[in-house]
């Protein structure tokens, strides 16, 4: 086998689904979390020469997971948490030199009460099926005492759709264009969005238990610790651009869409949408007289799964 050599090496534990309540009196706040954590380092010889003394087992890092969820302060930040969970590892375990901690966000909100629209203090509803994503990448190769880190946030599977408001024409026609311009259409994507923070420089935990972590000073607005209002403005500037924008095509909604979050968020350096039309065909009814082909007239449409157009881009800060 002297053909062959490794070249990388990573594991870890997958979706380890956590949920924490935390409790101030009668008033909750909960979080759900699919987390997701790989390690990198000297773990080479548990692969080439069956040498388990440098595996940290996958049930430890999933016990380290919940033991953090329960006495972390950032566990309701879900950029915040990762960061502690990435680590935290790579503190206690010298042999490690990177850790990658991904989670979802579910999405769970405060109960409104109908007769004066209060806000229940621990009940909640599912309010949509998109959730907010993140990605950390904690490195410690240049030393312990050195971590740095690479944050990335988003939001996937935000389904939206207009029934106005959007057009497409003046693109190439040829011998293979069978598509018709149309001046209104509907317009539905399911948003999938990240964006990228600036990168950070982090100090390890100094106590015994690894617990000690804390959050860097003097970082601008829209920063990773400014992460949960950076996820409410990226949400609210897709959807506002969504809704208003008078679409020449989904390229240039999206578009405006990066702009606005990259002007409402100093620390964020690029975001990136990726669009899949979700299409809407109208039924075409002439055979029986009826007009439901024209924009103005069109009223009835199957939805189309399959083949879609997928849009994506990246826009970065100067």
Known sequence: ?????????????????????????????VVEYNVTVLVEGDIETSYTVADNSVVVATDSIKNITYYLAKTSPHILSPERFALHVGTHI??????????????????????ALSANGDPHPHSFVRDGNDRQTVEVEVDASAGK????????SGITDLLVLKSGGSAFY???????????????????????????????SLSSPTDAK???????????????????????????????????????????TLFKMGQRVIAENAGVD????????????????QYIGVDNITPANAEVFVPVSAPSGLISATISRK
């Open 145 to 152: 005492d050195k971590l740095t880190a690479k944050v990335t």
């Open 90 to 111: 790579l503190s206690k375990y010298a042999h490690l030199h990177r850790a990658i901690v991904t989670l979802e966000k579910l999405r769970w909100s405060r109960i």
């Open 270 to 285: 690029s975001v990136t949408y990726k669009l899949p039309n979700k299409h809407y065909i109208p039924i075409n009814m």
């Open 1 to 29: 086998m002297s053909e062959s050599v490794l070249t990388s090496a990573r594991y870890g534990k997958d979706l380890v689904r956590v949920f924490r309540v935390v409790r101030d009196g009668e008033f909750h706040q």
């Open 210 to 252: 690894k617990l000690d972590f804390t959050v860097p000073e003097g970082f601008a607005h829209g920063s990773v610790w400014d992460a949960v209002d950076v996820a409410a403005r990226a949400r609210d500037a897709t959807l506002d651009i969504f809704a208003l924008d008078a679409s020449a095509s989904v390229q240039a």
């Open 170 to 200: 003046g693109y190439v026609q040829d011998e293979y264009t069978t598509l018709p311009e149309v001046d209104d259409r509907i317009l539905s994507t399911s948003v999938d969005l990240t964006y990228t923070f600036a990168p950070l």
